[in-house]
């Protein structure tokens, strides 16, 4: 099982231009997430999808939207990147249950905005 | 709110040293998360606490779940150079268990 995949791996954008994140599951989970991390803030989570059709906002949503294309898929897009979107971000999934609240995490994607 | 305070920020040990670091929090957790993150990857889960006072091990790992339901610490054992990474406490707000709050993180450096 591949898990969660995430792509691309790498990206650099100039101010102001758009770009979605792909994010995949296999595990049949029916919640997913992208949060994004910076130097000493942990993680923050953008946007979650509690099951498909579903979306809300969670800590830190402005500048961000998102797709839940179905049970597989999650995507995240920055309409107009701003520098202070310079992040690595993550998109993960679980099951959410009260019990079993473990997250599976892709391996990131490092976004720079010029 | 739900913030999660980690300490220390960075440890820098031998190898063969034990370590210990804990989360702290204002409000009250029904479940604390232990993960651990190695470079270039996500993190991935090492410990699920789900009851106050709760003492749980998973090999060289002992994490427990405070009496107050807000606090949680991390201890390793007899540290290995495998152990270097970066160890996060998390949490699910008490109303939202979509809502997962991850502190600030630990670095972990050990030297051989």
């Known amino acids: 099982n591949a898990g969660v995949t995430q792509t691309p791996k790498f990206q650099v954008l100039k101010t102001g231009q758009s770009m979605t994140l792909q994010c995949a599951q296999d595990m049949n989970h029916n919640s997913m997430y992208w949060y994004r991390q910076d130097p000493g803030m942990g993680l923050r989570l953008i946007y979650y999808?509690?099951?498909?059709?579903?979306?809300d906002k969670g800590e830190v949503p402005n500048g961000y939207n998102v797709s839940r294309l179905n049970k597989r898929e999650f995507s995240l897009r920055l309409e107009s990147a701003a520098p202070s979107q310079t992040s690595v971000y993550f998109c993960a999934s679980s099951e959410a249950d009260a019990g079993n609240e473990k997250l599976f995490f892709g391996s990131g994607t490092q976004l720079s905005v010029l | 709110g739900q913030q999660l305070n980690q300490s220390p920020q960075s440890m820098f040990i031998q190898e063969g040293e034990d370590v210990s670091m804990n989360c702290t929090s204002s409000?009250?957790?029904?479940?604390w998360l232990w993960y651990k993150q190695d470079p270039g990857e996500g993190p991935v889960l090492l410990i699920a606490?789900?009851?106050?006072?709760e003492l749980t091990s998973n090999g060289r790992l002992t994490a427990q779940f405070g009496i107050t339901r807000k606090d949680s610490f991390l201890n390793i054992s007899a540290s290995i150079p495998s152990d270097v990474g970066i160890y996060f406490c998390a949490g699910p707000t008490p109303y939202n268990n979509n809502d997962m709050r991850f502190g600030a993180g630990t670095r972990l450096t050990v030297k051989p």
């Open positions: 409000s009250i957790f029904n479940t």
């Open positions: 606490l789900y009851k106050a006072g």
């Open positions: 999808s509690a099951s498909e059709g579903t979306t």
